[in-house]
């Protein structure tokens, strides 16, 4: 990344992180319904890995911790809001809601609800690509606890056995909902699970954005060779519950405050600072303009966007 | 007209459009260089290779989903699942992916993928290779659900599901692959929604779909040669959605219903059109329909037990005789 790209993912990651918080403040307003699942914390990993990527071109798929996969793809925030609202101008025509942003447009095929299955389906992704010929790959970010479905060891075996060209990124946030990581599985280090089925695997940091470009461009660039499929995990936190209902009794606020000394945003900021190429009021003017775009542009537009037509209700369900 | 038998028309129409569309491929168990279990892919993987006609592992769960995430950019999968008790693994991938992506994504995404499997009991294959789950699928919504009852319709409704831009679940019967029957010279495509009557009566309709048409056609001769009784024969190919303006014509006429199913009864396809009869046409029937269905067990291995679960054409003869007071 050179030093423009680097400012500029800084404030997309300013973006990602203002407009979660603000979707929290819209669910406390119930102006967001159902089931919300925040990103802060772990911003860097999809920028650095998406940096590395091409956004639009490959294809991502994902969970439901998914508004900020869609943005990195090329959706508008404001489709993505108006989605969260449940209006007609929603990236989903507010028929799928906060776990389900579809952006097919952008390449962004889905977030999906039940933990691990994006996997089989970013695998068939894959084999599509193989078999029309192009040079997209697929990328599936998922947590470390989809890791225990059954699916995970299916696909990865597959994904070998074909050598599709898929991209397995494991957001390893530490919690499987409320359960701890090392109460409920094994093996704790996510990427030697990969090596069970011969796939190459590594592991970094996933609170640096430099240090996860870095090891996504080495993964990327494996899997759009035609080498085959790669597993990266990422080590991060979210700060959030897991959903809004998680008031995070299962984990101590000293974790919490230990892992926010190394907020992605934080480190980006001040190495900026550092090299002289950005001033804290700099900043404090990108949280500024970022908070007022979202205000005036992203949270008025789902305002005033029409629901869907009750008399709609049953299209889509059959082509 | 070619005769020919079940297998066949399937592997004639995976094989047409295999070759029309180099986007359609089969996927499954053993479905490749063993040939299929049932012979539906004979020799294409000679023919298409090993990247369009895929060997899969023995991951049900796994491989579907990896068809219909395929589907989704533009892949026609044709995925066979070697029984239908092993469905069971798939479902997940089946109404949560599958049936639910087109909805849920505003119309932006479909599946359209075609899943096989064959079930129902055949020879002594115990409890956990011999269920029947089309009632399981007939109700998700999203997904088409058909089930061909002889060689011309395993034909038409497979090309016609591969078609087709929403998922379809093809219901296959594990005795009817070497069943034989007339499949048109060319080309053809079976309407995926829809009933078919069979045979014409007048004195009561029996509804069958898959093997139990059979049943039913059988049940239709013995009555007529031997009780004088005119029974209709409807074909319901369509289970999601199914027909309700074919069961109501037929009720309309026959005012009379007797509902053959190879499944249990507890919300089935038995209970679910005499539910349509009540909403469509409760005034027309002169009796109270009946159902006739397996045993609520699961599938015992002896052979006269096996039997005893399930219902055959003289269960029907019998339900008929019933409904008109002769038994």
């Keep these: 990344m050179t030093l423009d790209d680097k400012k500029r993912v800084l404030r997309e990651m300013v973006l990602h992180r203002r407009f979660e918080e603000r979707c929290?403040?819209?669910?406390i307003e119930r102006k967001i319904g159902g089931f919300l699942h925040l990103y802060p914390g772990q911003e860097a990993c999809c920028n650095g890995v998406m940096e590395a990527a091409r956004p639009g071109h490959d294809y991502v798929i994902t969970g439901y911790r998914d508004h900020v996969h869609a943005m990195k793809c090329g959706t508008d925030p404001k489709a993505v809001m108006a989605e969260l609202y449940g209006k007609e101008t929603g990236c989903s025509k507010g028929r799928g809601g906060?776990?389900?942003i579809f952006d097919v447009a952008h390449r962004f095929m889905g977030g999906y609800a039940l933990v691990g299955g994006p996997f089989p389906l970013a695998a068939g992704i894959a084999k599509g690509i193989q078999l029309k010929g192009g040079d997209e790959i697929a990328i599936c970010f998922l947590g470390d606890a989809a890791n225990n479905q059954g699916v995970f060891h299916e696909t990865l075996n597959m994904a070998k056995v074909w050598n599709l060209p898929v991209l397995f990124v494991c957001e390893n946030n530490q919690y499987g909902i409320g359960t701890a990581i090392h109460r409920s599985t094994a093996v704790l280090d996510q990427y030697k699970r990969a090596c069970g089925y011969n796939i190459e695997a590594a592991q970094c940091d996933g609170q640096d954005i430099d240090t996860v470009y870095e090891y996504a461009k080495t993964a990327v660039d494996y899997v759009r060779s035609g080498k085959g499929p790669y597993f990266l995990e990422l080590m991060t936190y979210r700060y959030r519950?897991?959903?809004?209902?998680d008031s995070r009794g299962y984990r101590s606020r000293d974790e919490e405050e230990e892992w926010k000394k190394r907020d992605p945003i934080n480190i980006l900021r001040d190495r900026l600072i550092a090299a002289g190429e950005l001033s804290m009021d700099e900043f404090t003017q990108i949280e500024k303009t970022t908070d007022d775009y979202i205000e005036n542009?992203?949270?008025?537009?789902?305002?005033e966007s029409p629901e869907p037509n009750v008399a709609d209700l049953e299209k889509y369900v059959l082509a | 007209m070619a005769e020919m038998m079940y297998w066949e028309g399937l592997r004639r129409a995976h094989d047409e459009e295999?070759?029309?569309?180099?986007?359609?491929?089969?996927?499954?168990?053993?479905?490749?260089?063993?040939?299929?279990t049932?012979?539906?892919?004979?020799?294409?993987?000679?023919?298409?290779?090993?990247?369009?006609?895929?060997?899969?592992?023995?991951?049900?769960?796994?491989?579907?989903?990896?068809g219909i995430g395929a589907s989704f950019v533009g892949i026609r999968p044709i995925i066979e699942i070697m029984s239908v008790n092993f469905a069971w693994l798939a479902m997940d991938q089946m109404f949560n992916s599958a049936a639910k992506v087109r909805y849920m994504s505003g119309g932006q995404l479909t599946a359209p993928c075609v899943f096989r499997s064959a079930g129902g009991t055949a020879h002594q294959l115990g409890a956990q290779h011999s269920a029947r789950m089309e009632k399981v699928f007939m109700g998700v919504a999203g997904l088409r659900v058909v089930t061909p009852s002889n060689p011309k319709q395993a034909y038409g409704l497979l090309k016609s599901a591969v078609r087709s831009d929403d998922p379809v679940f093809i219901y296959e019967h594990e005795l009817m692959y070497n069943m034989k029957g007339e499949v048109p010279d060319e080309e053809?495509?079976?309407?995926?929604?829809?009933?078919?009557?069979?045979?014409?009566?007048?004195?009561?309709?029996l509804f069958g779909y898959n093997i139990s048409v059979h049943w039913c056609l059988k049940a239709a001769d013995i009555l007529e040669k031997q009780y004088g009784i005119s029974a209709e024969v409807v074909d319901l190919y369509s289970l999601a959605p199914l027909d309700r303006a074919g069961i109501k014509k037929s009720i309309s006429k026959t005012h009379r219903a007797v509902i053959a199913e190879e499944d249990e009864a507890p919300v089935g396809v038995g209970s679910e059109i005499i539910a349509i009869i009540n909403e469509e046409c409760f005034f027309e029937l002169d009796a109270a329909p009946v159902r006739?269905?397996?045993?609520l067990v699961p599938q015992p291995y002896n052979h006269k037990l096996e039997m005893a679960a399930i219902p055959d054409h003289d269960d029907v003869v019998n339900a008929v005789l019933k409904l008109f007071g002769k038994a």
């Design chain 2, 18 to 36: 295999m070759s029309r569309d180099p986007l359609v491929i089969c996927m499954g168990e053993d479905i490749g260089v063993a040939g299929g």
């Design chain 2, 188 to 205: 053809y495509f079976h309407p995926l929604e829809g009933s078919e009557v069979t045979r014409s009566g007048t004195d009561v309709t």
């Design chain 1, 24 to 27: 929290y403040q819209a669910y």
């Design chain 1, 297 to 303: 542009e992203v949270i008025k537009f789902a305002e």
């Design chain 2, 292 to 295: 006739v269905h397996s045993a």
């Design chain 2, 38 to 66: 049932y012979k539906a892919t004979k020799d294409l993987y000679e023919k298409y290779g090993e990247k369009r006609v895929m060997d899969t592992p023995i991951s049900e769960g796994g491989y579907t989903g990896l």
């Design chain 1, 98 to 100: 906060s776990m389900h």
């Design chain 1, 241 to 245: 519950g897991h959903s809004m209902s």
